[in-house]
Antibody, heavy 121, light 108 residues
Framework: QVQLQESGPGLVKPSGTLSLTCAVS?????????WSWVRQPPGKGLEWIGE???????NYNPSLKSRVTISVDKSKNQFSLKLSSVTAADTAVYYC??????????????WGQGTLVTVSS | DIQMTQSPSSLSASVGDRVTITCQAS??????LNWYQQKPGKAPKLLIY???NLETGVPSRFSGSGSGTDFTFTISSLQPEDIATYYC??????????FGPGTKVDIK
């Protein structure tokens, strides 16, 4: 059973950089899956941030592309998110998720529990 | 960017009722459409992928249909445990896998 677990600071100062890691267990990050980050502001809907393949190929939401970097560490079986120049609007629960497979890369079948990141001074 | 709309934004129904939610894409997305269920404080759960395929382990009372720009999600007999918010999501091509705004379902 694949499990994903997000970790990182729960509080980030405005203009700073949000950094989160998603540890994958019960499966290999080098499998034929894309790995994504999704966020949800309190009381609001879901927003896809971006995805990465174990080769290092990435795709980002155009609305966030200038501030987002997603990377993979195959040796640790994990992938990471960095979001720069954060504002209060970036306050959200951040989820990591697995794409179902190459043919259904955008269908997220496994999710982490989510971690709340608050942007505040 | 592909925009997704859902209707209704919320609904109340009785246990055993048939519940239908619609989702519309701003352009043709073929069948690259998924449906998720999210309960308060929990991560979303994939129910339907590629418009009509039931995810493993999901009860058969959930179903999906449609292609192109218009999609439908149905709960054939609403159960108390189905109280949640339901989201459609397109993944026609990256970048930009977009979610619909959600439909909140509760019991009348």
């Amino acid at each position: 059973q694949v499990q994903l677990q997000e970790s990182g600071p729960g509080l980030v100062k405005p203009s700073g950089t949000l950094s989160l890691t998603c540890a994958v267990s019960g499966g290999s990050i080098s499998s034929s899956n894309w790995w994504s980050w999704v966020r949800q502001p309190p009381g609001k809907g879901l927003e896809w941030i971006g995805e990465i393949y174990h080769s290092g190929s990435t795709n980002y939401n155009p609305s966030l592309k200038s501030r987002v970097t997603i990377s993979v560490d195959k040796s640790k079986n994990q992938f990471s998110l960095k979001l720069s120049s954060v504002t209060a609007a970036d306050t959200a629960v951040y989820y990591c998720a697995r794409g179902k497979g190459i043919a259904a890369r955008g269908a997220f079948d496994y999710w982490g529990q989510g971690t709340l990141v608050t942007v505040s001074s | 960017d592909i925009q997704m709309t859902q209707s209704p934004s919320s609904l109340s129904a009785s246990v055993g009722d048939r519940v239908t939610i619609t989702c519309q894409a701003s352009q043709d997305i073929s069948n690259y459409l998924n449906w998720y269920q999210q309960k308060p404080g929990k991560a979303p759960k994939l129910l339907i992928y590629d418009a009509s395929n039931l995810e493993t382990g999901v009860p058969s009372r959930f179903s999906g249909s449609g292609s192109g720009t218009d999609f439908t999600f149905t709960i054939s007999s609403l159960q108390p445990e189905d109280i949640a918010t339901y989201y459609c999501q397109q993944y026609d091509n990256p970048p930009g896998f977009t979610f619909g705004p959600g439909t909140k379902v509760d019991i009348k």
